[in-house]
């Protein structure tokens, strides 16, 4: 059995999953970076050991997907947004040297993309972007079950590719990006600037309750629903383009209100995408819910070592 760790801005989950992709036990707790690395990795430890206990088994190695950058190859964290001061600590060897089992890492959108293809909606896909969509926008590649990597095993941040130069800007150093245009913040920011003095809503706004108002029919809600949906569709229609894969999977908070979103997204890929046979990649929504992130920390230890020859991938 393969135990995932998945590591976020909010929260720490850890679970036994077996080869099929089923979470045997699970159990989280709050991130909390700002109490250390040390003292996080001894609550990781510590939530570990009574997993594999609960799910009677032994683990024989651990996944780990966190949120980036990380070096899949050092097991290093880089500079993290939600944990700066963790970077340059190697989870990885911490935890080979506590467990004494063999441990791999990636990216959180890399580490849920492979769980796709392997146990999910991209199943029997030779080719799948898995793109979710939440406080950012991630994404992962996974060409003939094998994740794409970039120079130097780098994740290509694909939610930074730019959809409008006059944009708003963000970290990543564009203005106009996917994720500053799509992601939930974008809602919320967009309606926020437009909602008039005496909009009854105006409290403790989010992407999810902005749909929710949508749905019962909010007018302000409604207009911020569709430009999300435009610029959804803008963003997809790029990667259909670009790679024209079997299958992109759709994933994130966001995208639990993808009944809003997604006919006016089908029309901007009808729309833009003239050249290349838009209408062969399939669209599809994940399917492995709330435990997806967990289930592909685990997919990613499946597919660093549980090959042939065991290569490294
Ligand atoms: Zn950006």
Known sequence: MIAGVDIGGTKIAVGVVDNNGHVLSRSECPTDAERGYAEALARIEHMLRPRAAA????????????????????????????FPAWRGENLVAD???????????ENDADAAALAEAAWGAGKDKK???????????????????????????AHPEIGHH??????????????GC?????????MVSWLESRMPIDYPHRDHLTA?????????????????????????????????????PDAIVLGGSVMKSAILFLEEIRKTICRCCRFVPFDKTELALASLGEDANLIGAARVWHHRFAREGGQRA
């Open 208 to 244: 999810k309750r902005i749909c929710e108002l949508a749905l019962s029919g909010d007018e302000l809600a409604i207009q911020s629903v569709k430009r999300e949906a435009h610029y959804l569709g803008l963003g997809l229609a790029n990667l259909v383009t670009l790679f024209t």
């Open 127 to 153: 080719s799948l972007i898995y793109v979710t969509i939440g406080t950012g926008i991630g994404a992962g590649i996974v060409l003939d079950g094998r994740l794409y990597r970039g120079v130097g095993g």
């Open 162 to 175: 730019v959809i409008d130069a006059s944009g708003p800007p963000c970290m990543c150093g564009f203005h």
């Open 95 to 105: 935890l080979t040297r506590i467990f004494g089992v063999r441990v791999a890492m």
């Open 55 to 82: 799910a009677d088994t032994k683990v024989t190695g651990i996944g780990i997907g966190s949120t980036g950058p990380v070096d899949p190859f050092t097991g290093e964290f880089g500079e993290v947004n939600f």
């Open 178 to 186: 996917w994720e500053s245009l799509a992601a939930g913040p974008a």
